[in-house]
């Protein structure tokens, strides 16, 4: 990849958000490893990536923990708060995730800039 293609958040953090909580455990898989994905991708292309389903995921599972919205919140206000935008990619769920509708409002709360991706990490529009 060339240096003049590679889009950067000038040292700032993403937050890059993604459903997660499902009652298939092979969904929930299948959605770790799409975050994981694109998270890898936008690494890649210079962006300081925060995923919290990517840096929670093993630890839940490993240490027992709930997987919902009211157990993470003040783990994710607290990265939230020190973002520069918030990503959310776009795969089944996102508009009906519990988790992922609140990290939006919390950023609005912050005003920070939403953005929206696909699984593949491309940008596309919200709807």
């Not at 003049?4 to 958040?9: L, M």
């Not at 840096?55 to 206000?77: M, N, Q």
């Amino acid at each position: 990849m060339e240096s003049s293609s590679i889009r950067t958040c000038d040292g700032k953090l993403l937050y890059l958000a993604c459903p997660y909580s499902h009652p298939s455990a092979e969904v929930k898989q299948q959605r770790f490893e799409i975050a994981n994905k694109v998270a890898a991708k936008l690494m890649r292309e210079g962006y300081n990536v925060f995923s919290p389903i990517s840096h929670t995921h093993s630890i839940a599972i490993v240490g027992g923990l709930p997987e919902d919205w009211e157990f993470w919140e003040k783990y994710d206000r607290m990265f939230l708060g020190m973002t520069s935008e918030l990503w959310v990619i776009r795969i089944d769920g996102w508009y009906e995730s519990k988790g992922v509708r609140a990290e939006m409002v919390v950023a609005v709360e912050l005003k920070i800039p939403i953005r929206f991706c696909d699984e593949n990490g491309e940008e596309v529009t919200a709807w």
